[in-house]
């Protein structure tokens, strides 16, 4: 079992950067994929980036790749999305999640989670 409790959220100018953090709870957070998705109101749920289990492989979304870069640290159980070069697009809830298989291999950024956060919302002004 594996709980996520996201925090860094909050407003930026566009241009500005944020730090979301995601501690995550549970001995097999460490032996599973994570990643951050997002939701607009309004919009449908995106999943923006995703890192494997051993924080050796990232993968993103074209609307945030070069800007956001997602890592880990088992040691800390816990994940984190660097949000850099904001757009006022960016603003949405962001959801911290997890994959329940362990030491799984993936080739693409993973859109199925089984473990999800509360979510912590982001807004970009313009």
């Known amino acids: 079992q594996v709980q996520l409790v996201e925090s860094g959220g909050g407003f930026a100018q566009a241009g500005g950067s944020l730090r979301l953090s995601c501690a995550a709870s549970g001995r097999a957070f460490s032996t599973v994929a994570a990643g951050w998705c997002r939701q607009a109101l309004g919009k449908e749920r995106e999943c923006v980036a995703s890192?494997?289990?051993?924080?050796?492989?990232?993968f993103y979304a074209n609307s945030v790749k070069g800007r956001f870069t997602i890592s880990r640290d088992n040691a800390k159980n816990a994940v984190y999305l660097q949000m850099n070069s904001l757009k006022p697009e960016d603003t949405a809830v962001y959801y911290c999640a997890a994959e329940n298989r362990a030491y799984g291999v993936s080739y693409s950024l993973i859109r199925d989670y089984h473990y999800w956060g509360q979510g912590t919302q982001v807004t970009v002004s313009s």
């Open positions: 890192v494997n289990w051993r924080g050796t492989s990232t």
